[in-house]
T-cell receptor
């Protein structure tokens, strides 16, 4: 079974620029999560999708972050404009069952550096 | 606010010893708990899950859960240098919308000294 695919692996941008990250979940996984992990901290949930609908985006900074999951498969997370404090690893995860008490599988992440 | 607390470490143990990692959580609604291992520069990897009070063993790993004390632990027996990593504790619970989410602690850095 192929894992969660993410790209790019690394990105360096200047503050106030925009950036987009892509995620393709494990085939058949209906639930997709985007997490932000700042260096030295645990992952923090940004947004959760069930199929192509948003289930929870309460911790997403909506003035600069946006995400979509058209067609209920792959997803894109965008930051516009970026700030220095957005430097982090952005992790995508997916799970098979909505509402099920399972751990989920992370992709390899995108490391963003804002300078 | 759901919180998961871990001692950030570093925790240093000699090779072959037992490493003990601890975690407390604030949300009594949490039903499931997970331990992830994260090597430097890599993404978290699920190594253990536990849902009921008591112990759960898998190879050299034992997870322990005490819901009354809101406490989760991970024991690693016969620690190896390859176990050196950051260990993340996560609690699973339902959001207000009924969706299932994991809340992570900051992680404990473990160093196994040869």
């Amino acid at each position: 079974e192929a894992g969660v695919a993410q790209s790019p692996r690394y990105k360096i941008i200047e503050k106030r620029q925009s950036v987009a990250f892509w995620c393709n979940p494990i085939s058949g996984h209906a639930t997709l999560y985007w997490y932000q992990q700042i260096l030295g901290q645990g992952p923090k949930l940004l947004i959760q999708f069930q199929n192509n609908g948003v289930v929870d985006d309460s911790q997403l900074p909506k003035d600069r972050f946006s995400a979509e999951r058209l067609k209920g498969v792959d997803s894109t997370l965008k930051i516009q404009p970026a700030k220095l404090e957005d430097s982090a690893v952005y992790l995508c995860a997916s799970s098979l069952i909505f509402g099920g008490s399972y751990g989920y599988t992370f992709g390899s992440g995108t490391r963003l550096t804002v300078v | 606010q759901k919180e998961v607390e871990q001692n950030s470490g570093p925790l240093s143990v000699p090779e072959g010893a037992i490493a003990s990692l601890n975690c407390t959580y604030s949300d009594r609604g949490s039903q499931s708990f997970f331990w992830y291992r994260q090597y430097s520069g890599k993404s978290p990897e699920l190594i253990m899950s536990i849902y009921s009070n008591g112990d759960k063993e898998d190879g050299r790993f034992t997870a322990q859960l005490n819901k009354a004390s809101q406490y989760v632990s991970l024991l690693i027996r016969d620690s190896q240098p390859s176990d050196s990593a950051t260990y993340l504790c996560a609690g699973g619970s339902r959001s207000g919308a009924g969706s299932y989410q994991l809340t992570f602690g900051k992680g404990t850095k473990l160093s196994v000294i040869p």
